[in-house]
């Protein structure tokens, strides 16, 4: 009895269900349209209208896996991470577009003769593709905490009720807010005008910058691991409302992989810009060694910078986790 | 106001509630999904197929069913039965229902 529309009616149901109970949901089905096609036929052999009517009957495939499918998750984001979601992807979007925009005034302003509608061009497109790249990346970061199910303590259980926490326990919502915003500020202008980042030494309209730009460009993918534990390590205090455990643990992960991205960065020995190096540490040869080492030196100073907010970071959540 | 469609809404969560108790009664003795369809709609209960598998399913996963298959006869089938635990929920979910259609009957004529 069976033919070619039950069975493909079968597989479109059938076909997004867990592989555990593919199989029986399918011979069950099919049990259920041959019962329904003999109480429709008797012993006559079904027209294909007859099997058409019965299906028909039974429903629409999707709305049959939809039903069968009761613990699958049927949205990218839900509760109780999508309010934080909105509040993020807001900042987020926010900050690219205004870093993105002090970027394109800071390359039309360093490039005298830079042709200013090809700059608006420009940062239109670079607009466009920093709003895209961002709302998928905070999009991603939700989809992977509401799939997989990462527990910021939602359930609700009188003996457990975590205490009241002291006024030195309770994460400033708008601490992590700023944070979120200087990273992705901070990620956004390095990757695309790094040159702001300079300082005028001999002449009043050259910029030097301190970092040498194309290789700073090239290695955005670095930075990129850095903006993003950081975001990660901020969405889960404002997840959480609070110091404890989860923020904890969630700190000392994310922190430990910044600081080997920083490591991975500045350990680049062409990171700095030579010109940079050469014109500060020789106009502070004259005060003495320490500045002009400090210069010399100045990407080790700059991770030693780093990695000592990562620690005191670490420390700081510990101290108030506890 | 389209008074049939709130009405028909009201009727659909209504019903959604009490399926569960309406399965769990008639599984006292072994049944597969069409059987029960049939049998629920000789008392005049008209259940759609494509609700009756997927719940059957779902209170076997909860554990107030079991099920298997009996291939021996010329189409195979999925026998659903009351488990033990399902016997004591329908039990104390009977209770309940009628205590409070008794009570919403009370209600209604006042």
Known sequence: MKNDLVNRYIYAVTKRLPNNMKDDVASELSGLIEDMLTERCGEVVPTEKDICIVLNEIGSPNELYEKYDVDGKKCLIGSPYYSTYKLVLKIVLVCVAFGMTLSALIIQITTPNAIWYENVLSWFSMLWFGLISAFAFVTLIFAVFYHKGINIGNEFDLNNLPAVPNKKQVLSKKESIFEIAILILFFVIFITAPQIFGAIVDSPTRIIPIFNVDVIKGTWYIILLFTAMGVIREIIKLLEG?????????????????????????????????????????????????ISNIFANFQYFFLGVILFALVLDTINCIVKSK | MNYDEVVSGL????????????????????????????????????????????????????????????????????????????????????KYWKEFSKNLDILLED
């Open chain 1, 242 to 290: 609070r110091y404890n455990k989860r923020v904890m643990i969630a700190t000392i992960i994310t922190n430990i992989f910044s600081a080997i991205s920083a490591f991975w960065w500045m350990s680049n020995d062409k990171i700095m810009n030579q010109e940079f190096i050469l014109s500060v540490s020789a106009l502070f040869a004259k005060e003495g060694n320490f």
């Open chain 2, 11 to 94: 009727i659909l969560e209504l019903r959604r509630g009490t399926l569960i108790i309406l399965v769990l009664s008639q599984l006292k003795k072994q049944m597969y999904g069409y059987s029960l369809v049939k049998a629920l709609q000789n008392c005049n209960i008209s259940i759609e197929a494509n609700t009756i598998y997927p719940l059957m399913r779902r209170l076997e996963s909860q554990g107030l069913l079991k099920s298997e298959w009996d291939t021996g006869e010329a189409k195979p089938r999925k026998y659903y039965q009351i488990t033990q635990d399902g016997a004591i929920v329908l039990e104390k979910i009977t």
